[in-house]
């Protein structure tokens, strides 16, 4: 924006000089003494606006750059607010923070700690394991949450989080962890067993960093609606800063072989489903459908809150789309996609480095905010400090944001004391770099 400023300010001093030159040179052209006292009043006057005329067009470019134009329906153009592409400084809360969670007190210290240490947005999961971890009216009534999650004192735990982060200046974008995931043990799997897909061979499981897990059916309407259900739910009852979709949000390239996509398949192109699960035309279909269900979720989240963040965390392209069927790239260049944030859970360097300077990574950055997730530990997987902050630095030297897996292992279950992981944190985001919340 600078550079447009500093182009634009030169063609007003160019324009102001040339005006003040004309209005000189006319006055020595002009005998009659009135009218030479009248240019140099004019000269005089102009010299002393021309300090306004450089305030006014600094004025114009900001106000030129603020705005952009967003094609609406129809093909039309109007003018948007443009927020200004922000650093990302994030930290998801899981499940493994809930001791933190559920206290008023604990979630303070925490808010106020990641303040100091000039963070900027939390992910707290709302959906996981086949539940939600807030007061559900709609999952209630599905009949799949036989409990409802809530702090020490009974109150609400996202609304205490989200209350609790935006006075100290932090967005909150509750994130859907488990996206088309569930256990099959878990109620939803249990009550709705016509919503779960399965693979060419009838199972209907696989092993995933959760265990072992069943599938959502993404292609079929009345999980699509449900899903899409819940995420209207999470953003109108709360004053969330948006929603965030991950890896899960997803789908195995193994499944697909259930009666209802068998036959929407064959309906639709009058062939079977080729019995190579990887098979290029299948693998598209499948995530063409899945990239349709996310426009219309986009276009839902939208209708019911313009400015909420549509955020999503895949892993690396390549990988999400020929094992995931997660076209992300398409979703970011359709215009669905607010902010990205790729998981790069690598702890060699050289291929930390090499999945981070992907190309497809350099495009969302020139349109989106654009992160890397790294991990900083599991409780039986301690990440050294001197790991995090190679990769933080090589991440910052390409202009990306960073959001850490997971808030609790920032501190703990690690190899150095609490006060040098702090400290180290702190070196790392020096100066603070605060995101604006659009009301």
């Not at 939390?122 to 009216?137: C, D, E, L, R, T």
């Not at 939803?188 to 897909?197: G, H, I, K, Q, V």
């Not at 697909?256 to 929407?264: M, R, S």
């Not at 859970?345 to 992907?358: D, E, G, M, T, V």
Request: with cysteine.
């Amino acid at each position: 924006m600078l550079s447009r400023f500093i182009y634009k300010n030169e063609q007003w001093r160019v324009w102001v000089v040339n005006a003040s030159f004309k209005s000189m040179k006319s006055s020595f052209s002009i005998q009659n003494w009135r009218r030479r006292s009248i240019a140099a009043c004019r000269q005089t006057s102009l010299k002393y606006l021309f300090p306004f005329l450089i305030l006014i067009s600094f004025v114009t470019v900001l106000l030129v750059d603020s705005f952009t134009p967003a094609i609406t329906e129809g093909g039309r153009f109007s003018a948007i607010a443009q927020i200004p592409r922000q650093e990302i400084r994030g930290v998801w809360m899981t499940n493994n923070d809930f001791d933190t969670l559920k206290s008023r007190d604990k979630v303070h210290d925490a808010v106020s700690q990641l303040r100091r240490l000039n963070f900027n947005t939390i992910y707290p999961v709302v959906w996981n394991s086949g539940y939600v971890m807030y007061p559900s009216a709609l999952a209630q009534r599905a009949g799949i949450q036989p409990f409802v999650y809530r702090g020490s004192d009974g109150h609400d735990i996202l609304a205490d989080l989200i209350t609790q982060a935006h006075r100290q200046g932090l967005l909150v974008i509750p994130w859907f962890e488990f996206g088309f995931m569930a256990p099959p043990t878990s109620e939803l799997a249990l009550n709705y067993p016509d919503w779960f897909t399965q693979k060419r061979d009838g199972s209907q499981t696989s092993i995933s960093a959760a265990g072992e897990v069943m599938w959502l059916n993404p292609f079929h309407p009345q999980v699509q609606q449900f899903i899409t259900n819940l995420v209207l739910e999470t953003i109108t009852q709360y004053d969330a800063d948006g929603i965030q979709f991950d890896d899960h949000t997803s789908l195995p390239y193994e499944f697909g072989y259930d009666k209802y996509t068998v036959a929407l398949y064959t309906q639709e192109t009058n062939n079977a489903p080729p019995s190579n699960p990887q098979d290029a035309e299948w693998v598209k279909w499948r995530a063409d459908k899945i990239t349709a269900f996310m426009v219309q979720l986009n276009q839902a989240v939208k209708q019911r809150k313009p400015q909420a963040i549509f955020s999503i965390s895949p892993n690396y392209y390549d990988f999400a789309y020929k094992f995931q069927l997660q076209d992300w790239l398409t979703w970011m260049r359709q215009n669905i996609v607010d902010e990205l944030i790729v998981q790069v859970y690598r702890p060699n360097l050289q291929s930390f480095i090499a999945n981070i300077s992907r190309p497809e990574i350099q495009e969302a950055q020139q349109i989106i905010p654009t992160g890397i997730g790294i991990m900083t530990g599991l409780r039986n997987n301690p990440v050294p400090m001197q790991q995090i902050k190679s990769q933080v630095r090589a991440v910052q030297e390409r202009g990306l944001g960073v959001t850490f897996f997971y808030y609790e292992s920032l501190w703990n279950d690690a190899q150095e004391s609490l006060e040098e992981r702090q400290a180290g944190f702190q070196n790392l985001f020096p100066s603070p770099a605060l995101r604006a919340r659009v009301e």
